[in-house]
């Protein structure tokens, strides 16, 4: 018997619920309220999901997105900047400049293409990489390859950028977000009893096909999510367990 699986729907973030109880809520109008004995509870969670998209639509947005983004950009030129620096040092016929460069790439090569990550991880990685230039033994390439001002300039857009980053993510924390926790707990039972009313008629081998066509295609969305989940928690996990910073070995 096919029953409607276990969702944590505490874990799930704003955007993440929200579209989860509409295709909920779409799958369940398909099939009817009627045929799990739920219009009652349907009409509350339909109001109450209602009552969530407003909470969501209010203005999310921010004169410091735009400044975060323009401070993201600078960052992102200044890397590239350096890494055209050292390709291009790596063609030059000056030994020791050319040496330097290519110690240089090695470290570089360690990250990657750093503006093709997350905004978190691509401040995490600079932080990294910078860590990496200014230790002693790759120190002295940087100033052979002219790079002192740039890696001085990377790091410091990069923090700049946290820090901007930080200030917004606080202005957007205080913006309604309690309003949007306070219509998820109006949500969650009523989501619950229809998933029990659900699991009961299979229980009792009283399903239909459209009831059994309901439960996988909702249980594919849940599986959906729970992959998401678990990608996150993983990331969470080794986050916790490895910050060491990748460094050049001789």
Request: glycine content about 4%; hydrophobic content about 40%.
């Amino acid at each position: 018997m096919l029953k409607i699986l276990n969702l944590l729907l505490y874990k799930l973030r704003n955007g993440e619920y929200f579209q989860f109880m509409s295709d909920f809520k779409s799958l369940l109008l398909t099939l009817t309220p009627a045929a799990i004995h739920s219009e009652a509870e349907f009409a509350d969670f339909d109001s109450a999901l209602t009552k969530l998209d407003d909470e969501l639509r209010v203005d999310r947005g921010s004169v410091l997105t735009e400044e975060l983004q323009n401070i993201d950009m600078d960052r992102d030129n200044t890397w590239r900047a350096i890494d055209m620096r050292i390709n291009a040092t790596l063609l030059c016929t000056i030994a020791e400049e050319v040496e330097a460069a290519k110690r240089l790439r090695r470290v570089f090569d360690l990250y990657g293409d750093i503006r093709r990550v997350t905004f978190n991880e691509e401040t995490a990685g600079l932080s990294n990489l910078y860590g990496d230039l200014e230790k002693p033994k790759n120190a002295g390439f940087v100033t052979t390859c002219g790079l002192d001002n740039w890696v001085t300039r990377l790091n410091a857009l990069n923090v700049a950028f946290k820090a901007k980053q930080n200030e917004r993510d606080t202005e957007l924390a205080n913006k309604n977000s309690g309003n949007a926790k306070a219509v998820r707990i109006e949500i969650d039972p009523l989501y619950e009893v229809m998933v029990e009313r659900v699991n009961a008629l299979v229980s009792l081998n009283m399903q239909t096909p459209e009831i059994e066509n309901f439960v996988k295609e909702l249980n594919q969305k849940i599986k959906t999510l729970e992959i998401t989940l678990a990608a996150r928690e993983g990331r969470k996990d080794s986050s916790e367990e490895d910050d060491s910073t990748p460094t050049e070995t001789d």
